[in-house]
């Protein structure tokens, strides 16, 4: 019985140090180059020396606040957008355009097979001229390029949950459709909804091809062209940039959170 | 008149080729608990659906209290519905999916604390009102359902298969709590259920639908006594068929000549319908016509399933005692003990 019991917990502390290795080899994978590139971007030039010279000449190029300007506003509108044109059409999707639910799955596969290019060109074509002369046009093509995973994520939230028994209970409770939506739908499928913005916002913040082919100045074209002339400045770029990603992202996860405790002492 | 609650005439609904409700009425007055018997895609649901303005029926109104409501939307119908699947909604705690109809029709936030303590209090769950769905049993849940569809103090109570889901102890209580509840808060109630046990126990009157259409809508009793149609007979309870022939509106089954109702032809062969119960199996016989299969004790009463020698197998009902010296595989004699026997011809 004893002796049982001993090699049971070898068992087990052999397993976790196996997953420990796994997780310590995957973490060195990931840390080392950026480790390296935060190293070298702190470089004070030929001397040993260390210090923040780089980062500063980023601010100290044009355009860095201007063009993180329009990437901002650029997001925004693609995530609003996202919330006003996804949302509602993937939910009625599952309520009551179950036999479109197919064909929809297979358009939003589409932005992955067609090329950005063809995107860029000939739907460009199809835009109204006042959009065609604004970087907002952006926000619309991001939706659509963003489409294959944000309707992913929110086709799966919508899955888990009884939706069609939960909006007839609202609707025999005496909410509106409309009501049932902002009250029971959109509270329901939340964490679909966050995770679908999240990937609408690390899409926009951080797409290149489009904007450089509209000939639209984005923080990403911006950095691109920056980074020719200074290899230690570009490298302060990426790591700064990806900082403030993960920053960026991490609030937006705590402010769902937050969020979601409000609407429940409210309610 | 205006002691009828709800009042519902000719609706039809069609879905594709299939008619799933056809010319379907019923009227219920106040207080009073209906249930709809059948079985599966027999319309019932449909029906109910129809009712509570989820659906669109093609033909036939729906009134509620001597107003037509047959194009009004579902939130604006003052129903309380119930339904087979868990419906509490996830992001909201007991307490504010109880409270979900008051808010919609603007009631105070002390009012609405007043009224879902005491709703909660009804179905028993005045300690829970900070949990969430996922934290309550299947019953628990249907009870939280129950109270949210009560707390607004609907017009009519709208009960969709609500303890299918449940296991068999919880079920029982249950459906006493929902009689219990209907009938101290007197609110006309429609119950859908394919359950016959459920819908004769706690139903005022029970209507048996086959489909798309209400076969008979009576009180439990009648139903079972009487029923009004063959498919009435053999869905309500058991009910042995046994071949004979009829002569001169009279028929013998087991020696004995009874008088034959209800049956369109006079002579020939048809089928005689007896419940268990009229059967009595006798052991000490010399003129035996059947066989014992198996006997099934229940409690106060046993089952006993027999065969004639034509193979047809009758079922009796006899009390426990009267039948403990029945085994398998022993010669017996069957007989009735009514005079008057339903007749069928197929």
Same mark, same amino acid.
């Given at each position: ?91 009625? !999707?599952?309520? #009551? ?6 064909? @929809?799955?297979?358009? =939003? $596969?589409? /932005?992955? +097979? ?58 025999? !409770?005496?909410? #509106? ?6 009250? @029971?739908?959109?509270? =329901? $499928?939340? /964490?679909? +909804? ?74 | ?346």
């Amino acid at each position: 019985m004893d002796s049982e019991s001993h090699r049971k917990m070898a068992d087990t502390m052999r397993k976790n140090l196996a997953s420990n290795l796994v997780l310590i080899v995957a973490g060195m994978f990931l840390f080392f180059p950026l480790y390296a590139a935060a190293e070298f971007s702190l470089r004070n030039g030929a001397d040993k020396t260390h210090g923040f010279a780089a980062y500063r000449w980023i601010f100290e190029q044009s355009g860095f606040a201007e063009n993180i300007g329009i990437t901002f506003r650029v997001t925004l509108l693609a995530v609003l957008l996202n919330l006003l044109i996804m949302v509602p059409t993937v939910t009625w !999707l599952h309520l #009551s355009g179950q036999r479109y639910k197919r064909v @929809v799955e297979i358009l =939003t $596969i589409l /932005p992955l +097979i067609i090329p950005v290019v063809a995107l860029a060109t000939g739907a460009q074509l199809a835009m109204p001229e006042f959009m065609q002369n604004s970087v907002y046009e952006l926000s619309f093509f991001y939706v659509v390029v963003a489409m294959p995973y944000t309707y992913r994520a929110l086709d799966i939230g919508l899955s888990a949950h009884p939706l069609a028994t939960l909006t007839n209970a609202a609707r025999s !409770l005496g909410a #509106s459709w409309l009501k049932t939506f902002t009250t @029971v739908v959109a509270p =329901t $499928i939340r /964490p679909s +909804i966050l995770a679908a913005l999240f990937l609408m916002v690390a899409l926009s913040l951080g797409e290149f091809t489009l904007a450089q082919l509209l000939h639209w100045s984005t923080f990403p074209v911006w950095v691109t062209n920056v980074s020719q002339q200074n290899i230690v400045g570009a490298t302060a770029l990426a790591i700064g940039s990806l900082f403030f990603a993960w920053i960026l992202l991490f609030a937006f996860s705590f402010i769902g959170k937050k969020n979601s405790t409000i609407v429940t002492e409210e309610e | 008149m205006s002691q009828d609650s709800l009042v519902v005439k000719g609706l039809s609904r069609q879905f594709g080729t299939v008619h799933a409700l056809k010319e379907f009425d019923i009227t219920i007055p106040k207080g009073e608990l209906v249930a709809l018997l059948g079985p599966s895609g027999c319309g019932k649901t449909t029906a109910l659906r129809i009712i509570a303005g989820l659906e669109k029926s093609d033909a036939g109104s729906v009134m509620l209290n001597g107003k037509e409501i047959t194009s009004d939307a579902a939130h604006k119908r003052n129903m309380g519905m119930v339904f087979q699947a868990y419906s509490l909604f996830p992001h909201l705690n007991v307490a504010e999916n109880v409270s979900f109809g008051l808010k919609m029709r603007k009631v105070s936030k002390e009012n609405q604390k007043k009224r879902v303590d005491t709703i909660l209090e009804l179905v028993g769950l005045n300690s829970h009102h900070k949990r969430f769905a996922h934290q309550l049993s299947g019953g628990q849940q249907q009870r939280v359902a129950l109270a949210r569809a009560l707390v607004t103090e609907p017009e009519v109570l709208l009960l969709d298969e609500p303890l299918s889901a449940l296991d068999a102890q919880v079920r029982t209580n249950l459906r006493e709590e929902i009689r219990r509840l209907q009938l101290s808060l007197g609110t006309t109630t429609l119950f859908v259920t394919h359950d016959q046990e459920e819908a004769m126990t706690i139903s005022d009157r029970v209507g048996v639908m086959n489909c798309g259409s209400l076969e008979q809508i009576d009180t439990p009793d009648v139903l079972y006594n009487n029923p009004a149609t063959n498919f009435v007979a053999s869905f309500v309870g058991v009910m042995n068929k046994i071949s004979s022939q009829l002569s001169d509106g009279h028929i013998e089954v087991f020696g004995k000549r009874l008088k034959a109702v209800k049956g369109e032809k006079t002579s020939g062969t048809v089928y005689a319908l007896i419940r268990p119960e009229a059967i009595n199996v006798k052991t000490n016989t010399t003129n035996p016509n059947a066989r014992v299969l198996t006997r099934s004790f229940l409690g106060a009463s046993s089952n006993i399933v027999c065969q004639l020698p034509d193979g047809t197998i009758v079922q009796s009902l006899m009390t426990s005692s009267g039948s403990g010296d029945l085994h398998p595989g022993s010669s017996v004699e069957l007989e009735v003990s009514i005079s008057e026997v339903l007749v069928t011809h197929d």
